[in-house]
C-alpha cells in the first residue's frame, strides 16, 4: 500500500474531511487503517480471506457513520479495533467446533516429520482463537490490545477508557477464563505448562 | 510478542498467546484496498457546495434583508398592496383617472340616448297626431 498521504492530519479529522466529501481523506485513512485491521483480523480468524471480508466490512461501517462522528468521543482507531474485534468473534462462534483433541485429527498414514507438530500447532491457535471469542468483549480486548497489539497497560486504559488497575483486572480475568476453556487440554494441545 | 510474565504460568496460556500473537501477519492485498475504497466511494456522502453557491445565497440575503427599524415582517395584504401600486398618492390619482372616464362615458351615453328618444318621438307625432295615411292622401289627391 502506498504511503500515507496525510501524516499530519488525525483520523477524525480525515473522517471529517471524508463526510464533507474529501475523496482523498477516504484513501488516507485506508492507508492508514486497513494494515492494522487487517493483522487483527488475522490473528484472531487465521484466514487470510475471511480477515479480509472482516476489514472490508469494518470500513463499510466507518464509512457509514462518518456523517454523524462525533470528535472527541472515541478515537477511530479504538472504534475500529473494537469493530474488528466483534466481527471476527461473531465469524469465530458461528465456525463449526474444531474438537481441539488432537485424538480428532486422523493420523497421517505415512507421517512425515513436522506434519504431526503442525496439526497440533493449528488445533492449539484454534482452540485458543475460540476460547478468545468466549470472552467477554473489555476482557478480549484487554487481552488481545497487550499481547497482540504489543500495547502497554496504560495505553490500554486510554483506547478503552479504564484505569490502568481495570485493566489489569481484566487482562488477569481473561487468562483465567481461558486456563478455565482450555482446561484439561493443554498437554493434548502440546503445552506442559 | 513476548510479554513479561507477571506471575507464574502454570497453564501454558502466556506461551499459546504469544505463539499465536507470533505468526506472521501477510500484508493486505491490493484488492482489498480497492474494495474498501470502492465502498468509500459509494457511500461518500455528497461534497460541500462551492464558495460561490455560498456567496450568491448571501447576497441574495442581504439584498433582501429589511432596513433596520423597518416595517414588520407581518403587513395586511391591502397595505401590500396600496405599496404595490405606489403609495396613497398614486392611489389618489388612479380613483380620480377612474372617475374622470366614468363622467365622460356617461356623458356620452346619455347624448346618445337623447337622441333616440327624440327620434322616437317625432316619428310617432308625425304618425298619431298628424294622422295622415294612406288612404287620406289617396282621398285628397282625388
Known amino acids: 500500500m502506498p504511503l500515507d498521504a496525510r501524516p499530519d492530519e488525525d483520523d477524525a479529522t480525515l473522517l471529517a474531511r471524508y463526510a464533507r466529501g474529501d475523496a482523498g481523506a477516504a484513501r488516507a485513512l485506508t492507508v492508514r487503517l486497513v494494515p492494522r485491521a487487517h493483522a487483527q483480523a488475522f490473528r484472531m480468524l487465521g484466514d487470510v480471506a475471511e480477515a479480509e471480508d472482516v476489514v472490508q466490512d469494518a470500513m463499510l461501517r466507518l464509512w457509514r457513520i462518518a456523517p454523524d462522528w462525533r470528535t472527541g468521543e472515541a478515537q477511530v482507531s479504538t472504534w475500529l479495533y473494537r469493530v474488528v474485534s466483534n466481527l471476527c468473534t461473531d465469524r469465530l462462534r458461528k465456525r463449526p467446533r474444531t474438537g481441539v483433541a488432537l485424538d480428532d485429527v486422523a493420523e497421517p498414514e505415512d507421517p512425515v516429520p513436522g506434519v504431526e507438530a503442525r496439526l497440533q500447532e493449528q488445533a492449539r491457535h484454534a482452540a485458543l482463537r475460540e476460547a478468545i471469542a468466549e470472552l467477554p468483549e473489555r476482557q478480549r480486548l484487554a487481552l488481545t490490545l497487550r499481547h497482540f497489539e504489543e500495547a502497554s497497560n496504560p495505553e490500554i486504559a486510554d483506547r478503552l477508557g479504564v484505569s490502568v488497575e481495570a485493566v489489569e483486572s481484566l487482562t488477569a480475568r481473561a487468562k483465567r477464563a481461558l486456563a478455565k476453556a482450555l482446561k484439561g487440554r493443554v498437554a493434548a494441545l502440546g503445552y506442559e505448562g | ?142
Open chain 2, 1 to 142: 510478542m513476548k510479554v513479561a510474565p507477571e506471575q507464574s504460568d502454570p497453564d501454558g496460556i502466556d506461551q499459546m498467546l504469544d505463539e499465536l500473537a507470533a505468526l506472521p501477519a501477510p500484508d493486505p492485498s491490493g484488492d482489498l484496498a480497492a474494495r474498501v475504497l470502492a465502498d468509500a466511494e459509494m457511500h461518500m456522502p455528497a461534497p460541500d457546495p462551492s464558495g460561490d453557491l455560498a456567496a450568491r445565497v448571501l447576497a441574495d440575503a442581504e439584498m433582501h434583508m429589511p432596513a433596520p427599524g423597518g416595517r414588520p415582517a407581518n403587513i395586511p395584504w391591502w397595505q401590500q398592496i396600496v405599496r404595490g401600486i405606489g403609495g396613497w398618492g398614486a392611489v389618489s390619482g388612479l380613483v380620480a383617472a377612474t372617475a374622470t372616464g366614468f363622467v365622460i362615458g356617461l356623458g356620452a351615453v346619455g347624448e346618445t340616448g337623447v337622441d333616440t328618444l327624440w327620434t322616437l318621438g317625432y316619428d310617432t307625432y308625425y304618425d298619431t297626431d298628424v294622422g295622415l295615411d294612406a288612404f287620406g292622401w289617396a282621398f285628397e289627391e282625388g
